[in-house]
């Protein structure tokens, strides 16, 4: 996640995205996990889509 900063550390966002995937229902109908996974790394991962999923986690 180098191409922009949340203001949330990266080990508490791949903790939180853990858990959405874990307890959402069927969050894998609405994003493939892996592939999330992965454009989270390179950073290209939509900033919004982060943050309301840390937000769903976190709850």
Do not use: Q
């Amino acid at each position: 996640m180098d191409h922009y900063d949340l203001g949330i550390p990266k080990s508490l966002i791949l903790t939180l995205v853990e858990v959405f995937f874990d307890n959402a229902y069927n969050a894998t109908l609405v994003l493939h996990k892996r592939l999330f996974l992965e454009s989270l790394e390179r950073g290209r991962a939509n900033p919004h889509v982060v943050l309301s999923i840390c937000a769903w986690a976190a709850k």
